[in-house]
């Protein structure tokens, strides 16, 4: 791995582990503490979510420098198509849990603006975004090594959901995968960040408004229309990049090292 690779490197690991950290230790206190003087916990959380960030800001601003800061993390992306096309592809998610499941009265604002809007930018913009697409787009590192500690620390944070060994083990598969198949969708998008921002908040939200599962696992009827609305992305996209006669960013040139030469030109365009 060449120097510029081993910078960008220990400045994406130092500077997540610095949120990570922070975030494990201080996050809950502070959110209580913003939320004392506003009083709504869905701004609140917003609000804690994106003060944690600062350290990711801090590294995105060492390896890029301000001109490029929204283009190195993919909010330079087309916001339209990061909105319609992960529509499209839930509505399977969204048509078959309303047939299937009953609404969920209890759902509120404040439930959205956590489990939905912060949930999806925030995780999207700080696992993917950052953690990923440094690691993907600026290192010679290729798509498995990129998105590995990601995934598992994506999968880990979401544990909290059971007690039961067996269902623990789903949620962290489930989760693991799914942080997996954000990753691809960013990068076969043009590293367009709004896609999986909006995939991830159209899920979560479908899966609340109807009860589609106690935790993240879900169950039968729940996963059917969950799969059915990835193996859609997964298939349009395919088709949407021959069509446009695009080749595929995730091959077996790009799984594990990437050639010098491919990062030059990456950086060059």
């Given at each position: 791995m060449d120097a510029k690779s081993l910078r960008v490197l220990w400045i994406t690991l130092l500077s997540f582990a610095i949120y990570f950290v922070l975030d494990d230790l201080y996050f809950h206190s502070l959110r209580k503490w913003i939320n004392?003087?506003?009083n709504q916990i869905g701004v609140s959380h917003i609000i804690t979510y994106s003060v944690f960030g600062i350290?990711?800001?801090?590294?995105s601003l060492l390896i890029h420098h301000f001109r490029n800061l929204l283009s190195s993390l993919g909010l330079n992306g087309s916001l339209a198509k990061g909105?319609?096309?992960?529509?499209?592809?839930t509505l399977p998610m969204l048509i078959g849990y309303a047939i299937v499941f009953e609404f969920n009265p209890e759902i509120n604002l404040?439930?959205?603006l956590i489990s939905a809007v912060s949930a999806a930018f925030f995780e999207e913009?700080?696992?993917?975004?950052f953690l990923f697409g440094q690691l993907y787009r600026f290192t010679q590192l290729g798509f498995l090594p990129s998105i590995l500690l990601g995934a598992i620390v994506f999968?880990?944070?979401h544990l909290y959901q059971s007690q039961d060994p067996l269902t623990l083990l789903g949620i962290f598969l489930t989760t693991f995968l799914g942080a997996i198949l954000f990753a691809w969708l960013y990068a076969e998008?043009?590293?367009?960040i709004w896609i999986p921002i909006f995939l991830h908040l159209f899920m979560n939200l479908f899966w609340m408004m109807f009860s589609a599962g106690e935790n993240a696992l879900g169950g039968v009827y729940s996963n059917v229309f969950r799969i059915l609305t990835i193996v859609l992305a997964i298939v349009l996209t395919i088709l949407y990049k021959r069509k446009k006669g695009m080749k595929l960013e995730v091959t077996k040139s790009t799984l594990w090292m990437k050639k010098r030469e491919i990062l030059i030109e990456r950086s060059a365009g």
């Open positions: 004392e003087y506003i350290p990711l800001l801090l590294g909105f319609l096309f992960p529509l499209l592809c404040s439930l959205i913009l700080y696992f993917r975004g999968a880990l944070i998008w043009n590293f367009n």
